[in-house]
């Protein structure tokens, strides 16, 4: 019986043993879907930031040239112009915008 004994025990540390593996691949798993998710987030909001500064510098050039226009300086085609260009650089609201029954809803984690 007391070989039996130890093959059950060596069974139970072997499998023991594949479960903290098992156990470790899904950590080490997780911790890289983590970082990966937090690297495209970066991304994501240095792309916002560089496209806020266009939208802003877009706007500053629409009021200058209204300015312009104001004083005598520019025409209604240049304003034009400058209009379709702020137009054309806003940020549309994206899909999901439209599905939050709630603007006051918060990301639970």
Do not use: H
Not at 43 to 70: C, E, I, N, Y
């Amino acid at each position: 019986m007391g070989a039996r004994q130890e093959y059950g025990e060596g069974k139970a540390l072997t499998k023991a043993q594949a479960t903290a593996g098992d156990l470790q691949n899904v950590r080490l798993s997780v911790q890289a879907e983590l970082a990966f998710d937090y690297y495209q987030l970066r991304a994501l909001d240095a792309q916002k930031d560089l496209l806020d500064t266009t939208v802003a510098a877009f706007q500053q050039a629409l009021d200058l040239t209204r300015v312009r226009f104001q004083t005598g300086i520019a025409s209604d085609e240049d304003v034009a112009l400058a209009e379709t260009n702020w137009k054309r650089r806003r940020p549309k609201p994206p899909m999901w915008a439209f599905c939050v029954p709630n603007s006051n809803m918060q990301l639970l984690f």
